[in-house]
């Protein structure tokens, strides 16, 4: 039978502890900031920053939450660039339309 930790602060670092594949999110930062919605970019850069400073710290419980909170910015940074990008394609179509 193995031993759990009865803490959440050793169980937290335990798991930091091992060498864990943690999805890294700076390439889909930098793209929907440049291409997509700057704004909402660049809070998903800042997070991803965070994901790297809790890593290094070992603070599994913060790591999570900054992974979280990059994912949300980046998917409306994303959303934000498509409603644009169609909103602009649609009033263009509309007015080529309209002058044949």
Do not use: N
Not at 39 to 65: C, N
Not at 79 to 100: A, D, M
């Amino acid at each position: 039978m193995e031993h759990t930790p009865s803490t959440s602060t050793a169980s937290s670092k335990a798991s930091v502890g091992k060498k864990r594949h943690v999805h890294y999110y700076m390439m889909p930062a930098v793209f929907v900031t440049l291409f997509c919605f700057w704004p909402t970019g660049i809070m998903a850069i800042m997070k991803v920053t965070d994901i790297d400073e809790a890593r290094k710290r070992g603070d599994a419980i913060y790591l999570q939450t900054s992974k979280s909170a990059a994912k949300k910015w980046i998917g409306i940074s994303l959303l934000f660039g498509v409603v644009v990008v169609s909103t602009v394609c649609s009033v263009i179509g509309w007015q080529i339309f309209l002058k044949s």
